[in-house]
Structures are given as structure tokens and as C-alpha cells.
């Protein structure tokens, strides 16, 4: 008996040894790792629970030449809740109702789908259910006002987290020039080449991590984000989509692979318009790609407007005077260059020559008198930079390649054809830089499609400080220039497109497309139209292209310049440049109106006007207080400046136009001219101010 109490005491005490020791191995343990381990413990745990994050900031704005927006970031958000703050009474209450309320907002989900989702957010108290994602500011705005979500993020567990997505609205409209850039893609067009500008400076926050991802720690960020600053272009809204409907129109008339189009304010340089389009596999075109900078190509008979400069600038020829283009066609050391129309002409002008495109006659300009000497013939080109890039803002801008003497790829053929735009390759931007210097007066000036940075309305960056000007060619050579390419509408290659709304000048080109080197037998073509207009003051200057029409028309006369012809026609009305000149003369001292009206208005007044007018339409000059009846010939374009909108549409319809009005007050400006032959029911564009 003894011995078995003895065992059972040996047993308990070794039982409580264990116990005692495990009790001091656990006491120790805690001492460690709360003493001598907690703050290396502490930290690995907030390491690996809660960090920094990074808050985007708000993206800035892409602006249009009026300051309509073509890029800006919208607010989105996710809405999520916190199910363990609201007291029970209060979810018990209006747990029902906010379940309606989401469902009424987001109807693609029913109330018992909400009521379930809410419910078990809050059966496994979780702090961050996400009830929605994507939601537009007025959502959210109107979401934070539901029962429960009201009371906010500390007494109701509302909980919204904004981030912003890229918007356009302006829809496609120059969607590459506007371009795209995100976080693992560098992108493309103006978004990418400002994205320092436009990005700003990201900001932090403390976030901790929980089941489904992190959710902030407070309110207050640790770093605030900088939100980037707006560009603002030099981009017209209606001229890029006049210039994007009529190349989209013409691309699907001729079933072209690609074109593009580039309108450019001659006297500044700034680009109002850049579309470009490229066929997708339906058989649709979008902007898919930057053709009018980054795409180089042989240019074809555009070309010769820098050589009919050249030509000029060194006086071997004059407008007038008479060439030998014998018969249409000439060999150049056995090799045969023809004009399309061989065999018509022996001689013509050289207004004829360039109107109608003669290869043969520029051709022998230029090997006749440049053959000894080619590298006085570059020159001139390489003064219209055309063996340099442009230095558009937008990157990926194609380096032209203009042949000369020293390449290796130079032939004793290359002189000849180089006149004529062969065996070089250029972008559509680079030769509408040259062509706007030349017609410009001589003055070319480096394009831009930028006018200014801003900063929360501040200039940052002013672009029109930083124009460059180079002189190209004298003024009457300009002069030459403007009165040769008219001559193409009137005569020449381009006579079926003329207007009768504005003037224009201009260019065409027709370039068969080389593979691999050489010319395939299938044969492919370039069309391309480079001009201007108003014809005598030009004001705008444009460029066509486009590639590879199949629908059996590939001449430019058919497929480049009726593009231009309706997108100047168009931008012209619209802008109504008719009368602008180099220096506007200043407004008139009289005015014009009926007769009648003035005698009334006089009669109260108490004003006397000067001679005795049978008339009904008179100008009065109210310096002189004389009257002047107008006399309006028949089939001529009456003189309506100074007239009132009522007034100058009751005189046009009496002689039977047809008034087009654009603004308010008084018209200062009008197209066709005063004096002009009109026909009947003759569209007059009148411009009020």
C-alpha cells in the first residue's frame, strides 16, 4: 500500500514538473517575443499587413484650338462597406431598403441578390465587401445618399475609392494624333510624347492588407498627388472631322489600303487638322496609325513645285515662257520618260508644263541645267529641309531620305527622275512643311501641334513663343508659285475638282509604289495632292494621300484632289477667309441699309442727312452726313458689307442667291467677292460681326 501511494506521488510530481516547466517555457517564450523580439516581430508583421501605396493623380486635359476637350480623365469608383460599423438596430431597420435602393441603381441585379450579398458581409464582419465596381461620379454621389451609407464611413461603413479612366470626347477624331498612354504601355500621339506634363506626380497613402485585397488606414494621404497639367493644342474640331469624313469617303469610293490628311495655318504653321485612316480586315478604316508623320514614301509629281522653285530662284525660266517637251517624251541615257498625255504637245508654257504635269518638261529643266553641277539642285531642297525631320512634338516621325551625289544609291538616271519625285522618300508632313514655306512668301515655318501648357490656368510652356522662320525663296518667286499652281485648278490636272466657293492652288501627284526596289508589274500607285487657298492669300494649306486605290482609278486628278477640293470647301465656308489679306483695312466709317429706315431714325434723331436718294439700298456716311444710293448690276455679286443678317438676305434674294450666315451684327465679310458673276440661286457665304 505504501508503495503504490509512493508511485502515485512520483507520478503527480513528475506530472506537475512538466506542467511547471511547460508554464516557464511558455512564460519565456512570451518574454522573448514580447521584450526581447517585439519590435523586429512588430515590424515584420506590418511589413507584411500594411504598406505604402501609390495614389495616381488626376491626368490633364487635352484641349482643342477652342478649348473643347479631345482627352480627359473621368472619375470612377469602387464602392465598397465596412459591415461591422453599423449598429444592429439600424441594419436590422434598413437593410431591406438599401438592398432596393442598389438594386433600382443597378438593375442588372434584383433586390434579393443585394439583400444576400449584404447580409452575409455582415454575418462574417467584413470591413471591405465591395458592392460595386465602376461607378460614374453622379452614381457615387447619388449611392452616398442611401439609407445606411448616409451616415457615412465611420457610423454607416460607406467606403468609395476613386481611380479615373481615359475618356475621348470627341470620339475618333484624331485618336492617333490624341494617341493613349497607360501604365504598361508607353503609348502613342500627343498623350505619350507630354505624358511628364499630363501624368503629374503620384501620391502615397497607407493601406492594410485584408481578404479580397487593402483598404486605407485613414482618411489623409502621406503624400499628396500633383495633378497634371493640360495641353492645349493647336487642333480645330470641325476642320479634323471635315478632313477625316472626306478622306474616310474617298478611301471607300476607291477601296485604298491607307491616306491621310494634314491641314496647316500657313502664316503660323499650326496644324488644324491630321486624320488618318488605314482599312481593317472588314474592310472599315480607323485610325490605326500615324501615316502623315511616320509614313515615307516616293512623292511623285507633287515634287515639282521644289523644283519649279528652283528653276525660278535661278531664273531659267519664267512663267510664260515657252518649252520644248518633245513630244511628250525623252530618253535619258536609254531609259524613256513619257508624260501621261505623250504624244499631244511639242511645246507649252511653263504654266501649261506644271498645270498639266508634264514629267518630261521638268525632267529636262533640271538635267539640262543642273546635269553638270546636281549638287546646286539639292541645295535648294535641302533649304526647304527636306533631308531633315520636322520636329513635330508627336514621336516616331519617319528621317526622309533625299538622294544626292555622294549616296552610293546616285545613278546618272537619278537627276532626271529626282525632278519628277522618284527616288526619294518623304513624309506627308515634311513636303507640306516645304510646299507652305515656298507659298508663305518664301517664309517656312516648322509645324507644331501645340500651342501652350497650362497649370491650373498658368502658361507653363507658350509653344508660339518658340516659332522658327526660315527664308526659302524670294517673294517673287512665291508670287510664281501661287500663280502656277492656280493654273492647275484652272487648266491643268485638278480643273475637274475646281470650286466655285473658294479659289485654290495646288499640286497633283501620282507615284507608282515600288517592292523590294523595283517596280512589280502588278502595279500599285501613291495619290497624292499637296495646296492651298485662298489662292492668292493663302490662309490654309493642306496634304492628301492616299495608297493603293483599286478600284481602277489611281490618277490624283480622280482620287487626292477632289479631297482636298470638299475639305477646303468646306473649312473655307465654315471659317469664311475669302477677304483676308496680309493687313486688314480698317472698317469703314458709314453704314448701309434701306433708305426708309434711315429717314425714320434721322426724323427722330433730329439729324439731316445730305442729297435727295431714290433708292432702296443706300450707305450713309455718318462723318460726312451724306447718302449714297448702291447701284446693283444685274448678274453681279452686290456689295452686302455693312449690311444687317435681314437687310443683306433680302438683297441677295432679290436677285436671286441664296444666303448662307455665319455670326451676329453686321456682315465684314463675304464670298464670292463684290462684283463677282454670279448665277441664279448661287449659294452666298456672309460672315456677321
Not at 455582415?122 to 470591413?127: E, G, I, T, Y
Not at 501613291?526 to 493603293?548: C, D, I, L, R, T
Not at 486605290?549 to 473649312?571: D, H, L, M, T, W
Amino acid at each position: 500500500m505504501t508503495n503504490v501511494k509512493k508511485s502515485i506521488m512520483q507520478r503527480v510530481i513528475f506530472g506537475m514538473s512538466v506542467v511547471a516547466l511547460f508554464a516557464f517555457w511558455v512564460t519565456f517564450q512570451m518574454f522573448r517575443v514580447q521584450i526581447v523580439e517585439g519590435e523586429r516581430l512588430l515590424s515584420l508583421s506590418d511589413s507584411t499587413t500594411i504598406r505604402h501605396q501609390d495614389i495616381s493623380p488626376a491626368r490633364g486635359n487635352i484641349y482643342s484650338d477652342d478649348g473643347n476637350l479631345l482627352s480627359t480623365s473621368m472619375p470612377i469608383y469602387d464602392i465598397r462597406w465596412d459591415a461591422t460599423i453599423v449598429n444592429q438596430d439600424t441594419f436590422d431597420a434598413q437593410v431591406n431598403e438599401l438592398a432596393t435602393q442598389l438594386s433600382q441603381m443597378f438593375p442588372d441585379h434584383t433586390a434579393s441578390y443585394y439583400l444576400t450579398l449584404l447580409k452575409k458581409a455582415r454575418k462574417d464582419k467584413n470591413k471591405y465587401k465591395l458592392i460595386r465596381r465602376r461607378v460614374g461620379y453622379h452614381e457615387q454621389k447619388a449611392i452616398r445618399d442611401f439609407v445606411i451609407f448616409r451616415k457615412g464611413r465611420y457610423r454607416g461603413g460607406y467606403l468609395s475609392e476613386l481611380s479615373t479612366k481615359r475618356v475621348k470626347p470627341a470620339g475618333l477624331l484624331a485618336n492617333r494624333t490624341i494617341g493613349y498612354s497607360t501604365i504598361n504601355n508607353p503609348g502613342v500621339g500627343l498623350e505619350r510624347a507630354y505624358d511628364k506634363d499630363l501624368g503629374g506626380s503620384k501620391g502615397k497613402r497607407l493601406v492594410q492588407r485584408i481578404s479580397g485585397g487593402f483598404r486605407p488606414l485613414n482618411d489623409e494621404n502621406l503624400i499628396e498627388p500633383q495633378n497634371g497639367r493640360d495641353v492645349h493644342t493647336t487642333i480645330n474640331i470641325d476642320f479634323q472631322e471635315i478632313a477625316q469624313r472626306s478622306l474616310e469617303n474617298a478611301l471607300v469610293k476607291h477601296n485604298a489600303k491607307h491616306g491621310c490628311v494634314v491641314v496647316m495655318e500657313v502664316a503660323t504653321g499650326k496644324i488644324k487638322a491630321i486624320a488618318n485612316l488605314k482599312r481593317r480586315n472588314d474592310g472599315t478604316y480607323g485610325e490605326l496609325y500615324n501615316y502623315a508623320v511616320g509614313g515615307s514614301y516616293e512623292p511623285g509629281s507633287v515634287w515639282k513645285v521644289f523644283s519649279a522653285m528652283a528653276a525660278f530662284e535661278d531664273d531659267l525660266i519664267d512663267v510664260n515662257d515657252s518649252m520644248n517637251i518633245y513630244n511628250g517624251e525623252r530618253e535619258y541615257f536609254g531609259k524613256p520618260m513619257r508624260d501621261s498625255d505623250k504624244g499631244r504637245y511639242t511645246k507649252m508654257s511653263f504654266k501649261q508644263a506644271f498645270a498639266r504635269s508634264s514629267n518630261v518638261a521638268f525632267s529636262s529643266i533640271v538635267f539640262d541645267n543642273y546635269g553638270k553641277n546636281p549638287s546646286k539642285y539639292i541645295s535648294y531642297l535641302r533649304k526647304l529641309d527636306l533631308d531633315k525631320t520636322t520636329g513635330i512634338e508627336i514621336l516616331g516621325e519617319e528621317k526622309p531620305f533625299l538622294n544626292h551625289p555622294q549616296n552610293s544609291s546616285w545613278s546618272q538616271l537619278t537627276l532626271p527622275w529626282l525632278a519628277i519625285g522618284y527616288e526619294n522618300q518623304h513624309t506627308p508632313l515634311q513636303l507640306l512643311m516645304a510646299y507652305n514655306g515656298i507659298i508663305n512668301d518664301g517664309i517656312m515655318i516648322k509645324p507644331r501641334i501645340v500651342n501652350q501648357v497650362t497649370d491650373a490656368g498658368l502658361v507653363i510652356r507658350d509653344n508660339n513663343k518658340k516659332v522658327k522662320t526660315i527664308r526659302v525663296c524670294s517673294e517673287e518667286t512665291s508670287a510664281k508659285i501661287r500663280e502656277i499652281t492656280a493654273a492647275v485648278f484652272t487648266e491643268g490636272s485638278a480643273r475637274n475638282v475646281r470650286s466655285s466657293v473658294v479659289s485654290m492652288g495646288g499640286k497633283t501627284g501620282t507615284a507608282q509604289i515600288a517592292t523590294q526596289g523595283a517596280y512589280q508589274k502588278a502595279k500599285k500607285y501613291n495619290a497624292s495632292f499637296v495646296g492651298h487657298f485662298p489662292a492668292e492669300n493663302p490662309v490654309y494649306s493642306m496634304y492628301v494621300q492616299v495608297s493603293e486605290p483599286s478600284n481602277g482609278q489611281f490618277y490624283a486628278s480622280y482620287v487626292a484632289a477632289p479631297v482636298f477640293s470638299e475639305a477646303a470647301e468646306k473649312i473655307f465656308t465654315i471659317s469664311v477667309k475669302q477677304e483676308v489679306g496680309k493687313e486688314r483695312k480698317a472698317a469703314p466709317t458709314y453704314t448701309k441699309g434701306y433708305y426708309s429706315d434711315f429717314q425714320l431714325l434721322n426724323k427722330v434723331l433730329d439729324v439731316q442727312m445730305a442729297g435727295d436718294v431714290k433708292a432702296d439700298i443706300v450707305s450713309v456716311n455718318a462723318a460726312k452726313g451724306t447718302v449714297t444710293s448702291l447701284a446693283i448690276a444685274d448678274g453681279k455679286m452686290p456689295n452686302v458689307r455693312g449690311l444687317g443678317a435681314k437687310d443683306a438676305m433680302y438683297l441677295l434674294e432679290m436677285h436671286g442667291l441664296k444666303a448662307r450666315i455665319n455670326g451676329y451684327g453686321r456682315v465684314v465679310e463675304q464670298s464670292p467677292a463684290p462684283g463677282t458673276v454670279v448665277r441664279q440661286n448661287r449659294t452666298v457665304y456672309i460672315r456677321l460681326q
